[in-house]
């Protein structure tokens, strides 16, 4: 995406809230009782938990007052959070661990909601690559070159020991029509989107699906605060925490449905508008959020983001000298006792 997001996410916010620019970066207006949640793109059902934390009324408990808004890039979202003109941020996690290098204010995740990636391998059913080690020799369609989908390739290839230089990359984009690319062979496999590949299930297609976290479990989003921000508001990071984890075992156990008709009234989403492929991404969202369990909902696992940090240096993606300082479960444990 190219530009910032043409609507509001919530209907009635006004865009951005003022026409202040920071740069040519967009400045989102935040006061003292009204907080903005920056999400990186266009609304789509990926933002289940902090959507439903609205509409189901969890903010509300909890005595915030929040107002979702969207941006053109993790790099523009995650220097609201940083300017303070906006709270909090949901990225993957190796998007903080670019941060803690890129930015001189101190971010770090307060939760994880979704405790899996987003990308998936796809690879032709009658020659399928089923492991990282699988790769090796062969020509991997992606989004683009450089980006997420390489970066997750990546990891896959340093978690197997397979050097980099033994796998062909190739840009293709990031849709479901990738699947004629693979069944002419001009690629061998491609990384997908959870949505993406929930279209390629629903049509049936002839090909395998794998979560790349089965081999590279870094989770998909994180809840990015500047230390700053938690430090002078804990009882507000407490509040956000406990809102968001009541809103992710709500959506768990709430019929998807009702879930998708209550967010559907108050937001515009960027996802496949069929009914019944957006509740197969609600159902496949809460599988991610709830893979680690129950009580490690919106939790910072801490094997894992271990784990995340050896992987992010062992590709050369980005070297994570403390990763016991780019998280704390501080709010979640209080949160979860009140």
Known sequence: ??????????????????????????????????????????????????????????????????????IRNTSAAIQQVVTGQAFVSRVGLLDVFKASEAQTEPVFSVGTSLQHGIFSVVSREGDPIRTPEDFKGKLVGLASIGGGQENMLNLLLAGAGVP???????????????????KAKRVDAFLATVETSLIL????????????????????????????????????????????????????????GKILDRITAKFDLAAN???????AAIKAYNEMTFVNGTDNVMRNVPEVMKLSAELASKAKIVEVKDVDSLYTNEYFDKAIKA
């Open 273 to 279: 508008d069929d009914r019944d492929f957006r509740i």
């Open 201 to 256: 299930k629903r049509n049936k297609e002839p090909v395998e699906i794998w979560p790349a976290s089965k081999y590279a479990p870094l989770p998909g989003g994180v809840l990015l605060m500047t230390k700053k921000f938690a430090t002078e508001n804990p009882e507000t990071a407490v509040k956000f925490v406990r809102a968001m984890r009541n809103s992710a075992l709500e959506a768990n156990t709430e019929d998807a």
């Open 164 to 182: 980099f230089e033994a796998v062909q990359r190739q840009a293709i984009g990031s849709n479901a029509g990738n699947v004629e690319i693979l």
């Open 1 to 70: 995406m190219n530009d910032i997001n043409r609507r509001t996410v919530l209907k009635g916010m006004a865009a951005g809230g003022a026409g202040l620019m920071l740069g040519t970066m967009p400045v989102f207006a935040q006061s003292s009782n009204k907080l903005v949640f920056m999400e990186p793109y266009d609304m789509a059902l990926e933002y289940l938990h902090e959507m439903n934390a609205i509409v189901g009324g969890h903010f509300e408990k909890e005595g915030l007052t929040v107002e979702i808004a969207s």
